[in-house]
């Protein structure tokens, strides 16, 4: 693990339980975890194990039952609107669905606008604005030019997700938080994102948490990797160990459900 | 040599535009699948996989029109027919479909018996409701579903668990060729796996004869399938058995699809993913010479003139370059 580098995030007995009673439903089970800064972090772990509710309570949209988020050392506040905001100028989110990311009224450029202004840039002259959404667009292989007047919805999948980095790139935050970025599109788009992701990593020295259920994709991306079932952390460790000589029979699952080119996959195993 | 159960030859289908433009998804595609054998299709969206899969159906609805070409299902001419024909004589029982999003395919106020009554039906209305309900329930233990699910809502069931009941209600009338149009995209692995496993057993059981399976994920398609085809912009690229393709492919567009492959296995992390930069043709406007010109890393001159045809180099092979076997893998190795 980095030593010299600050804990960003961490999570003290985190819980989040949904109903009550009879009812009760477990989602997230007292997970404690630190991640540092400048680190790509993932989570791992097949539908239902709770990887979304954590991610949502992380980014504050939904309340935490029990425990605590510390950001870079402090307990985090979020208990007035104007704080929440102050917080997500720290921390942003990319979703699975890019379809449903975008208020469908507001055309591209506003969408850009908004990042700017959300860092303090509403007083620029116009031009400077320009300056600054043609280079979040060029980072991103788009021409602004093209962009500008475009709605949403003209977009395609993979499109629509490379502006979610664009708006990142502009936002510049602490923490990243990338919910299942690339299961809606293809292999291709998904090499083009993936990599972009890594850049804004290395540019800007964000960390990065990134949720998926495609262990191969985390091994890929990520320095450590967190496995989740049922809520509870199960393993936790830096990737290459972790893939290459997995402890617990829950990730050695995982892994062989990956389909694989260079082994035989094991079918037997359902 | 084997019974052949689907061949199409230079089968081309159109969608006309609001505006009269014809944009040709399906390119003169000719391909064959043998009894007992798979077939994958493979390319990035909008490459015309799941266009194909609908031509094939013979599932032609405005916007989609059939320009040409011939589609033989076991002997059995059904290029041209009327799409209320087809419904009633050939879906189902000659071919069948399961469709990408199998959460939005089951209506939500029906049991999944229902469903069943409804395909059984279609095609004998004299069946009664006890003899649906023994062979569903037969089938479905056969496939490893418990039988309780017959009774049961569409919401009641997990995505794994929907998409395998789609698949099984697919086959109830033992179709000869069963078309999987990205069943597990929408998935987790653990499920994906779950749906891979019982398409295999149906193939094995004798429920289906053969199958095409289109997806984009490769790892996916090399595991599955017997062979392999690369489809962009509507024309197939690359053909060849499931080894060839993955470890040898010889179209510059398989090579760069090759390069966006992701497997948790030993070498991973020192691979760099390379993506294929640009975006696809405006098939709108297609370009004048070959499709993936604007793209390629080994374009020449001649490549924007004049169309480029697919080469036939034997055993099942083929591809669409200028370049020959050789110089191709020869460029590979050089240039990665």
Known sequence: ?270 | MSKVMLEVNELTTKYVTRFGEDVYAVDHVSLKVEEGKSLGISGESGCGKSTLALSLMGYYFAPLHYTSGEIIIDGRNISGMDPDDIRRSILGTEISYIPQSAMNALNPTQKIIRFLEDVIRAHDPKVTKEEIYELARERFETLGLPAEVLQKYPVELSGGMKQRTVIAISVILCPKILIADEPSSALDVTSQKMVIKMLLDLMEKGFIKSMIFITHELPLLYNVTDDIMVMYAGQIVEKGTAREAVFDPLHPYSKGLMGSIIVPEIGLRDMKLTAIPGVPPNLKKPPAGCQFAERCKYVQPQCKVRAIDLRDIGGGRAYRCIFSEEQLREAYKNGG
């Open chain 1, 1 to 270: 693990m980095a030593d010299e580098k600050g804990i960003c995030l961490s999570g003290k007995g985190l819980t989040k339980i949904f109903g009550y009673g009879r009812q009760k439903c477990v989602a997230v089970d007292h997970v404690d975890f630190d991640f540092y800064e400048g680190e790509v972090v993932s989570i791992v772990g097949e539908s239902g194990s709770g990887k979304t509710t954590l991610a949502k309570m992380l980014l504050g949209l939904i309340s935490i039952t029990e425990g605590e988020v510390y950001f870079q050392g402090k307990k985090r506040d979020i208990s007035t609107q104007k704080k929440k905001k102050e917080y997500w100028t720290n921390i942003q989110a990319i979703f699975q669905d890019p379809y449903c990311s975008y208020n469908i009224f507001n055309k591209i450029d506003t969408v850009l606008l908004d990042c700017i202004h959300m860092r303090g840039g509403k007083k620029l002259p116009y031009k400077k604005k320009v300056e600054l959404m043609t280079e979040a667009c060029s980072f991103v292989n788009m021409k602004f030019e093209e962009m500008t007047n475009k709605y949403p919805f003209e977009l395609s999948g993979g499109q629509m997700q490379r502006l979610m980095i664009a708006r990142i790139f502009l936002l510049k935050p602490k923490i990243l938080l990338a919910d299942e970025p690339t299961s809606m599109i293809d292999a291709c788009s998904r090499a083009t994102i993936l990599e972009m992701l890594m850049q804004l990593r290395n540019d800007i020295g964000m960390t990065i948490i990134f949720i998926t259920h495609d262990i191969g994709l985390a091994y890929y991306v990520s320095d450590t990797v967190y496995i989740m079932e049922h809520g509870k952390f199960v393993e936790c460790g830096c990737a290459d160990d972790m893939i290459l000589h997995p402890k617990e029979a829950y990730t050695r699952r995982l892994i062989s459900d990956v389909p694989k080119i260079y082994e035989e996959w094991d079918l037997s195993t359902v």
